[in-house]
């Protein structure tokens, strides 16, 4: 049974780090590609990272690529996104998901290729 729960989120003042986890991918681990979306108060769903462990395979989005790490741990089967240098337009709800795919350029960064969710953990980055 997949059942993704995010963990790990909170408030931050502009500049600093937070580190989020999701685990209970289940019989999916590694098997799918798994990743984050954000969704800020007012905005759509926008997506921040998504790996195919096996094939060693990760998209970033634009404004993450350069402050945010995507790291898988095979020990607890959790997927980790580590957050530095975070900005208060980073401030949203960030999702845990994932997707049968395949995906790649043209289509990993699209809601609807990915069929579970998570509930979502808050970000908040103050000024």
């Known amino acids: 049974q997949v059942q993704l729960v995010e963990s790990g989120g909170g408030s931050v003042q502009a500049g600093g780090s937070l580190r989020l986890s999701c685990a209970g991918f289940?019989?999916?681990?590694?098997?799918?590609?798994m990743g984050w979306f954000r969704q800020a108060p007012g905005k759509e769903r926008e997506a921040v990272a998504t790996?195919?462990?096996?094939?060693?395979?990760?998209f970033y989005g634009d404004s993450m690529k350069r402050r945010f790490r995507l790291s898988v741990d095979n020990t607890k089967n959790a997927l980790t996104l580590q957050m530095n240098n975070l900005k208060p337009e980073d401030t949203a709800i960030y999702f845990c998901?994932?997707?049968?795919?395949?995906?790649?350029?043209?289509?990993?960064?699209?809601?609807?290729?990915?069929?579970?969710w998570g509930q979502g953990t808050q970000v908040t980055v103050s000024s």
């Open positions: 998901v994932a997707a049968r795919g395949p995906l790649y350029d043209g289509n990993w960064y699209k809601p609807d290729e990915y069929i579970y």
């Open positions: 289940g019989h999916i681990w590694r098997k799918y590609y």
């Open positions: 790996v195919y462990a096996d094939a060693d395979v990760t």
